[in-house]
């Protein structure tokens, strides 16, 4: 008979934000107008929102709680390091022109240093938002109905949290962004 494995014989214990998927590649354009794929992004971080800059609905809050969780983000010295992205994918390509992106980013505050607003064509737009699960259907006023998810991707290119917007606290999404830095870390980011 052999002896029972200690947990240091049978490796690191499983993480608490188990991979959910692999992370969609993407390839928009940027509120610079600079081509952007989510493969160009190795190696880094990401929390993915979705919204639409004339959203009357849950889109304002989405990106208030991501200013929140970028705020966090700087007072907690995570910026130094350049391995960690904010990305909000437009879910209305026909009005959201990277213009327009930036203006909205304007409005909210966001630093482009370490937040990226998308866009691009229809149909890379609607191939994308397929892609990572997500649905609009427009609605009668012009606005588009969609969920309110917020993705985690770490730097392996995987999903490891869906954040539902009534369920995201920007403490809880820093502590995520640490863990999956630290698993990085101890993986050698290979």
Known sequence: MSPALGATEMGPAPSRLAVIQSAPDFDLTTHNGERLRRRDLKNKVCLVSFIF???NGTC???THRMVQVEDALKAAGMWKEDNVQLLSITLDPARDTPEKLRHYMQLYGADDTHWTFLTGSADRIAQTIAAWGMWTKPMPNGQIDHP???YLVDS???VREIYNLSFM???WVVK???LLLQESKKLGNK
Do not use: E, L, V
């Open 169 to 171: 606290d920007p403490a």
């Open 148 to 150: 309110s998810r917020i």
């Open 176 to 178: 995520d962004i640490q």
């Open 60 to 62: 304002p809050a989405t």
């Open 53 to 55: 800059t004339t959203c």
């Open 156 to 158: 392996k290119s995987q």
